[in-house]
């Protein structure tokens, strides 16, 4: 995985293909918003890379803007690079084609740029919901391995659907196994990170595995946090840099993650912020910044599927 320019807009993948370092996120992108913000962002702000998720529950909507784009005559299709995922419930091998398929009507597209597996968990589906509980507040798994998803995505990428598959939320082990029996090996590991949560050994591992690195959640998520969760964006440290730069708090993060070689996914639906939040590639940290910023570590997880699942997952 190398840089293609000097300007770090682009990670070559292990397909060789190039991924666009910055993307919009989805996540929590409301129905009624998330079209707009596709649109403003491929159109207006010069996006090239967008990140979905079926259980996001917007990908019909994105569709339909997308379409409309592509419509337009001015940008065409490989233009983008597009990422979706597998939820949970998708695990056995028949029903990873059928959600990919789903993603892709809904979508409105004939492939995807990468295809990544949620979570390293498969749970029941036909239970009305994405995460069913059990009595207890347990999510109901589904005993179904690791491995079978995985060959069955591999499968994607042999009828085309899929240019490149991946994973998310993987830690080394999980990764380790996996690629002890990938027949293609996953291109992409989406977690979460930021300043509060830098996982550095992992990320390192990752790379050395060739494995690219996306970092979701890089702002630190704010609106969506638990009442006793910090707030990334206001962090002294991190201030202080932004206004060294003449730069905002969230430039300060995002270039922070594009300058570690990872990819990143801030999301939102604000066209100021949208716009703002790809100005990131004409400053750059210093080494001593970079160095500072490390020292804000403090392994605090925004996203942590303990909270839901009540399974230690991480
Ligand atoms: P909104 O969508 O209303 O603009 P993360 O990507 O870390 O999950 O963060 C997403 C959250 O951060 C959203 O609530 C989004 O709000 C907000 N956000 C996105 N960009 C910025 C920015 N540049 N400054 C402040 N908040 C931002």
Same mark, same amino acid.
């Given at each position: ?21 910055? !993307?919009? !996120? ?9 079209? &707009? ?15 979905? @998720? ?10 339909? %803007? ?8 001015? #940008?065409?299709?490989?233009? =983008?690079?597009?990422? %979706? ?18 993603? $892709? ?27 069913? $509980?059990? &009595? ?15 060959? @069955? ?9 899929? +240019? ?14 996996? $690629? ?16 509060? #949560? ?26 969506? #946090? !638990? &009442? ?12 202080? =840099? ?10 300060? $993060? ?13 999301? %939102? ?5 949208? +716009? &703002?939040?790809? %100005? =990131?590639?004409?400053?750059? #940290? ?29």
């Amino acid at each position: 995985m190398t840089f293609s320019s000097t300007t770090n807009r682009h990670l070559t993948l292990n397909t060789n293909a190039k991924m666009p370092t910055i !993307g919009l !996120g989805t996540w929590n992108a409301a129905k009624d918003k998330v079209g &707009e913000a596709v649109r403003y962002a491929i159109e207006e702000a010069g996006y090239r890379h967008l990140d979905c @998720a079926t259980v996001y529950e917007n990908e019909k909507e994105i569709g339909e %803007s997308l379409a409309n784009i592509f419509k337009g005559g001015e #940008l065409g299709r490989e233009e =983008i690079f597009i990422t %979706s995922k597998l939820w949970n419930t998708e695990h056995a091998k028949e029903n990873v084609v059928k959600a990919c398929r789903q993603t $892709l009507r809904d979508l409105k597209l004939d492939y995807l740029d990468l295809y990544l597996m949620h979570f390293g968990i498969a749970i029941i589906p036909g239970k009305g919901s994405w995460e069913p $509980l059990d &009595e207890n507040g347990y999510v109901i798994t589904e005993k179904i391995p690791l491995w079978e998803t995985w060959q @069955a995505m591999e499968e994607l990428v042999r009828m085309g659907l899929v +240019k490149a598959i991946g994973v998310a939320n993987f830690t080394a082990p999980m990764l380790l196994d996996l $690629l002890s029996y990938a027949k293609i090996n996953p291109a992409v590991n989406q977690i979460e990170l930021h300043p509060y #949560l830098q996982q550095e050994a992992l990320v390192q591992f990752c790379q050395y595995k060739n494995i690219a690195v996306t970092a979701y959640s890089p702002l630190g998520t704010p609106g969506g #946090l !638990g &009442e006793k969760d910090p707030i990334l964006l206001k962090d002294k440290t991190i201030g202080e =840099i932004a206004q060294k730069h003449q730069k905002s708090p969230a430039h300060i $993060l995002l270039r922070w993650a594009i300058q570690r070689n990872t990819i990143v996914i801030p999301k %939102s639906t604000t066209p100021a912020r949208i +716009k &703002e939040n790809i %100005s =990131i590639f004409d400053f750059e #940290l210093s080494e001593e910044e970079v160095e500072t910023i490390k020292t804000l570590d403090r392994k605090h997880r925004f996203v942590n599927p303990e909270d839901w699942w009540k399974i230690p997952y991480f």
